[in-house]
């Protein structure tokens, strides 16, 4: 699907496992920026945020790791509520771009790794 | 002898010697001839003071140019702004009775009429001259189109008997160039039918979806002259010509999307500037009230929700995202689902006063073609009142969260002022802030505009719009740099005549915050605030370069282009127009400084450029955190929709 930033992003979905995977969420990441985005992935499950938003850790595992600088995200439905699962990502990937990259540390990384003409951030 | 130049020392004959002197060597005092001091000449008042005279078809009759200025007073055209040029259009306008002012530059004035309107609702008129002062009008005529302005855009066009000689100077075709910015534009070729399109420009200004008409005088119709009215083509009165009547949202679509909003947990209303235009605060308040709807506010004016109000959630950030409602009300620069902070699960009601519109760009799951006043005066009556706790308390507590980053960026700017001495942005717009909001000053009362991309960045989310018309995004939607001084004594203008929403506070100060390359475009316009007594405090962030400097990472010989001289004083060069000025490096001193200026604005009418000395490293977040924050669509500080 075309979406954030005008990319193409491919969504795996593996019913074997159970899983719904972003193989690619952002490229070229370095490692202090990764670790940001793993906390703010951790943050998503916890009490802090208000119910509605939060992803229910008795449904999902939500998994991401760091490969040749990408980011991927998995989710894995325990309960094999997919519509739920879905559901949760989509609206993560969402806060990914709308919430976390709008951090004032990531705007020369968008320029950079987007090929983004400043004045169309 | 020390005598420290200012305005007031400028103004005071009897000074004037001696407060140029200040800016010589003490070795020359007593060789130095007198400078003459700056005055606003004796003509200026007696002009203004004339009575308006409305021309008629007795006696040598009326000129094509006067039969237009008619229609425009009988249209209650708000102001007119202009550069001289035009001249048999301008005469007339001004001769009619309509507020006029003139400036330094016609773009500028463009932009002034913008302000006007922007804080107003109210149609304005620009003008200029020909070819050039209608081509120095183009950015702002664009501005003015993104933003839609009911803007009037009139220029002189030589003379149709000219037409492809290039007789002597000026000649230029104008209608195809504002193609792509203006709803409605002509040349006017035929004398005879100037009152008809001057109704063709106000049909187009006042009804349906705003923004800029273009009309272009050829000398044979400005001065043509008239002895009797049944020479001209439609001759008759704005109740024949074009209809208040507005298109209304059926009993059925309203039931729709009041059962829509009762069976939503979190709905929020998208309060467009049709709302605003459409002065439709009040029936909005009420309905949010009763049903405990969340609001927040979008367009280039802010306030027609007031963002003190609980259920504001200009400032509540995170609970954007928790809405499972939308209901645009008035949304004219329509964003895409990526650009505002809305979950892609939250549903969608779009409410529109045309239909081509509903559905672009944004999905939606009932769309209702309908005037804003007209939906908002059914809501209101009609709507059950429910309550909402936990929406209401997310509200507050993101907002918290939200006032709680942003004074966590002040201690951090406030960190980097101190290691630099230099002024962080976030430190300057907090100033700003506690000025306004948190003194003596009615947190209503003063009305703002903020521009530049550092400068608007750091200072939007820190301005405040409690009440309808008090905030300007000046670069909202088109992001022009540089409209912003002239725009805002535009809007200054209005609160000086106290029009519209701005009459409980006629004759207040209003303050801009721009940037060192904003105030280029713009800056002569002090002569034009003192000129008319316009008081303006100008907070120019002085960081020596454009803000986009950044963008010559890797090409180290295009640095040079982004940059200016370090450290200009554009203190030194408000008062060299009239204004008074001040220079800052310190917050203790911008703090000083501005309480100053503002007391002087609102007792004397003298308006001030606070030059801010900063650096442009403050923008980088590697070496100065939080670096640029976009500001989170919509609610403070947005620009784009």
Redesign the interface.
Known sequence: MQ??KNRFYDLVFDAAKHSLRFPVVLPKVPRPMYEAFKEFVAGRQSEEV?A??RIDPSKVRISCSLKNGNISLLFIAKDRDYEYAT?KL??LM??V???FL????Y??YM?ETFNLD??Q? | MSIKPSRRNFLRPVAAGAAAAAFLPQAKLSAAPPILSITIPKDLPTSLGENPKVGTFEGRGMTGAEIFAKLCKDEDLAALFCCPGNYTVINAIAAAGVPAYGGRSEGSMCAAADGFSRVTGEVTACSGTEGPGFTNMIMNIAAANAARTPLLVLASNMELAGDDREKFIQTGYQQPTTTGMKKYGKRMIDASRVWEYGAYAFRNLKTGIPGPVHLDFPTEVARTRFTDSAKLTDYYTKDKYRTESRAQPTRKEVEQAMDMINKAERPIIVAGQGVFQRKAWDQLKVAAEKNEIAVVTSGPTSGHFPDDHRLSASLAHDALMSADLVVFIGQYAMPGRTEYHFSPDAKTIRVHPVAEDIGRNWPIELGIVGDEKGFLDILASEIPRKKRDAWVAELAASKAKTEKRDLDHYELGLKHSAATNRIHPAVMAKEVHDLLYKGDIDPKQTVTGVGGWTTGIFTGRWLRANRPGQSVACVYQYGAIGPDMAMMIGASAAVQRGIGPQAPYKGAPTLVVTSDAGIAYSMFELDTAAKYKIPIIAVVYNNNSWGMFPAANGSPRSLHMYLFQENLRYDKMAEGLGARGEYVQTPEELRAALKRSYQIAAKENISTLINVQALKEFTDGSKFAPGIALPVEPGAGAFAH
Request: hydrophobic content about 40%; aromatic content about 14%.
């Open positions: 979406w954030h208000v509605h938003r559901q989509i609206n969402h806060e771009f709308l919430v709008q951090d004032g540390l705007y020369e320029i400043r004045d951030i």
